[in-house]
């Protein structure tokens, strides 16, 4: 979709207005509501570029897929439901009006929702694809690379959280405080997600999307500020994302390509952002809680203060993921913690940390497990074992702009081995 407007407010729309419609005729509906947003967006795609974009676009988009809505009901008939929508009828343009409250108002539509969608009686599994699908916009293969799942279980999860949607119906009234602060890791979760497709993104044109990452960090705000979310694993997830953003600048070359961590000029680090992100770390040091944010956190918090890549504390940056394998075991924080042991201590004992490992079938099938081994058969010397993993990394990089960072690291470590 492109107007002036660009991408990225079609995205944020589509999950505003899903959110802000579900809310005024029920989710049950909201299969409908998808469509006649979907349409609405693409009416405005096809006609704003050929007249004047609306003063108000957002209202204008409300009003078109309100109306595609109610007609789609009307079309099939569906008598019962549209006595339901009265309240909702005419909407208004303005949209300064007071909003519903929930549980101590939570004031953002999609953050509202989020809460909503993120029911106990929906798998987890399910709740997740459900609000990255509808609220926060992403395709079906976005979900999939992201749960490291096929395209096929995403159709299955987003089908069975639906159905639990429509019965019985969920309602904003039902989320009380105490659901708030069970579904809150879930949705921490979902943020979390949706801030990683921005920083390394799957897009096959976009490695990577800042307005992913911006709106990610706009709704931990939110949290944060939130008093019964307001938690020391939402001060240690804005903090990475802080952390994160604040070396975006740097990880991107003229062309768009990525840039390695060894390579980026630190000098275009955002000093402001690291600062801010270095005080919710110490935020989120209150209490005893210490969570998988806390530890990437930490991490990158170890980038983000070492003069460079050479001087970076690497036997800090072992510990946490040590304690990240603890916290939420994945043989992934292994694999990364393989890479932090080879920069300290050396290539054989990075590979001696996966020697035996048996990686699940969805990482052994990632280009990140392929290219690890591959990086560090290289830097050890055994160059036809690590050519074997290069041609499997390259050949399942998720985009071009992957494919071409690892062809240039995994071409530096066998420099760096003769």
């Not at 990255?132 to 490291?148: M, S, Y």
């Not at 392929?370 to 990086?375: E, T």
Request: net charge negative; glycine share 6%.
């Amino acid at each position: 979709m492109t107007t002036s407007l660009g991408e990225h407010f079609f995205r944020h729309e589509f999950g505003r207005l899903v959110a802000t419609l579900s809310r005024r005729v029920g989710l049950r509906h909201l299969e409908a509501v998808e469509d006649a947003v979907q349409e609405a967006l693409l009416a405005a795609v096809d006609s704003w570029p050929k007249t004047v974009v609306p003063d108000n676009p957002s209202a204008w988009l409300y009003r078109v897929a309100h109306n595609r809505f109610v007609g789609e009901l009307r079309r099939q008939a569906r008598r019962g439901a549209l006595d339901e929508l009265h309240a909702a009828a005419e909407p208004e343009a303005d949209e300064s009006a007071p909003e519903l409250r929930l549980a101590g108002d939570v004031r953002d539509d999609l953050l509202r929702m989020l809460f909503v969608c993120c029911d106990e009686a929906i798998p987890i599994e399910s709740q997740l694809a459900l609000a990255l699908k509808t609220l926060c916009g992403f395709d079906v293969r976005e979900i999939a690379a992201r749960l490291f799942t096929t395209e096929a279980n995403v159709y299955k999860r987003l089908g069975r959280a639906r159905s639990c949607l429509r019965e019985p119906p969920l309602r904003e009234a039902d989320v009380t405080t105490d659901r708030l602060t069970t579904r809150l890791p879930v949705v921490q979760g979902v943020l979390y997600l949706l801030f990683t497709e921005g920083y390394l993104s799957v897009h096959a044109e976009t490695a990577i999307r800042r307005e992913l990452c911006d709106e990610a960090r706009r709704l931990t705000t939110l949290l944060a500020e939130h008093p019964v979310s307001a938690t020391p694993e939402t001060f240690a997830l804005l903090a990475l994302m802080h952390l994160h953003t604040a070396r975006m600048a740097a990880r991107q070359d003229v062309a768009g390509g990525l840039v390695l961590l060894e390579d980026q000029d630190r000098s275009r680090w955002d000093q402001t952002l690291i600062h801010e992100g270095l005080h919710w770390l110490a935020r989120s040091a209150a209490g005893a809680t210490f969570s998988r944010f806390h530890a990437e956190a930490g991490i990158a918090a170890e980038h983000c203060v070492a003069p460079s890549f050479a001087e970076t504390r690497w036997d800090r940056v072992i510990e946490c993921y040590a304690l990240l394998e603890r916290v939420a075991p994945s043989p992934l924080h292994l694999l990364n913690r393989a890479v932090a042991t080879a920069e300290l201590h050396g290539p054989a004992q990075g590979l001696a940390l996966l020697e035996g490992i048996d990686p699940p079938t969805w990482l052994s099938g990632s280009y990140m497990w392929s290219a690890v081994l591959a990086d560090l058969h290289r830097r050890a010397g055994n160059d036809a074992v690590a050519e074997s993993y290069r041609r499997t990394a390259l050949e399942t990089a998720p985009s071009a702009s992957i494919r071409e960072v690892l062809t240039r690291r995994l071409a530096r470590a066998g420099a760096r081995s003769r």
